[in-house]
């Protein structure tokens, strides 16, 4: 799905566009004035439509005037893990844009599909993770406690819809 973005003008006096990529928005904003006939200069960056990552990865990537060119970049060339690695470890973890946006699986998270801890309780359980289970015992494990335990490392959330176990290392 193709990216649609909206220019605000911070001059009241004027109004905005639409645009898809840096180029349209370069040649739309070198021509906008304001109904004085000054040369608007500064604009507030929209994400207006695409696809729900997109719009999760524009809200954790803090859009404006800046930085929107190396956003349509990262959302045109970036897999939906990479996307999901850089809302998390900006929007959660509290890293700084500038030490993920360049390299996004730099970041140590674990990210695990699944929609509770207590899911993720038993795919531990089922890798064996907690060692060789034997069959017979298998009915009595506990899988809330051990969704109790994961919850003192691991986090959910919920990107585009999806919902996301994690753990930042």
Known sequence: MT????A??????????????????ERQAQTLTNRYGDKVEEFEIQFIDGEDIDAALSKAWGLDQANF??????ADE?????????????GECGYGLEHVADDPDSVEIDI??????????ESFVEEGLFGEIPER????????????DLSADYSETEIAGQRLIYRAG
């Open 78 to 90: 970036w897999d939906e893990e990479q996307k999901i690695r850089l809302i998390i470890a900006v």
């Open 8 to 25: 605000q003008p911070y001059d009241i006096s004027a109004e905005g566009f639409y645009f898809r990529d840096a180029d349209e928005y």
């Open 112 to 121: 695990h599909h699944v929609v509770s801890l207590k899911d993720l309780a």
């Open 137 to 148: 015992l298998q009915y009595y494990i506990d899988y809330d406690a051990i969704a109790r």
């Open 3 to 6: 990216l649609l973005f909206y």
């Open 69 to 74: 060119t190396a956003f349509i970049t990262a």
